[in-house]
């Protein structure tokens, strides 16, 4: 072969080596940018589920809280009610005794008009 044939290829093998080296760089390069973006993309996620599991945990308590003051008012609902069952059994029997009384104070009534009418009666008579 020529002299001139072995250094073209020589040339070209160095070219194409040179290029494999540049595109080998670059991919490395670039293979080193994904991971840093995917690295700072996990950090992300986490800070947000670190957020996230913080809120949930205040909700959780908030929960909590609620639940017991929820209880603690039924408790008291039904406390009062029985209260006022209580207070409309009274009010009941109350009734009851007034309309027992209102029937009494009708027949005095009555019996002071039969007795009023007897004692005019006998004024009449004297």
Not at 58 to 65: D, G, H, I
């Given at each position: 072969?020529?002299t001139?044939?072995?250094?073209?290829?020589?040339?070209?093998?160095l070219?194409?080596v040179a290029a494999?080296?540049?595109?080998g760089?670059?991919?490395?390069?670039?293979?080193?940018?994904e991971?840093q973006?995917?690295?700072?993309?996990?950090?992300a996620?986490?800070?947000?589920?670190?957020?996230r599991?913080a809120?949930?945990?205040?909700?959780?308590?908030?929960?909590?809280?609620?639940?017991?003051?929820?209880?603690?008012?039924?408790?008291?609902?039904?406390?009062h009610?029985q209260?006022?069952?209580?207070?409309?059994?009274h009010?009941?029997q109350?009734?009851?005794?007034?309309?027992?009384?209102?029937e009494?104070?009708?027949?005095?009534?009555?019996?002071?008009?039969?007795?009023?009418h007897?004692?005019?009666?006998i004024e009449e008579?004297?």
């Amino acid at each position: 072969m020529s002299t001139v044939l072995i250094v073209v290829i020589v040339i070209v093998v160095l070219v194409l080596v040179a290029a494999a080296v540049v595109i080998g760089r670059r991919a490395a390069a670039r293979r080193r940018l994904e991971k840093q973006r995917l690295a700072e993309r996990a950090n992300a996620h986490r800070s947000e589920a670190q957020a996230r599991a913080a809120k949930a945990s205040e909700l959780s308590e908030e929960e909590q809280a609620k639940r017991a003051k929820a209880e603690a008012a039924a408790v008291e609902a039904e406390r009062h009610a029985q209260l006022a069952e209580e207070k409309r059994a009274h009010a009941d029997q109350l009734a009851d005794e007034s309309e027992g009384a209102g029937e009494r104070v009708e027949r005095e009534r009555e019996r002071e008009r039969m007795h009023g009418h007897k004692a005019d009666e006998i004024e009449e008579d004297l």
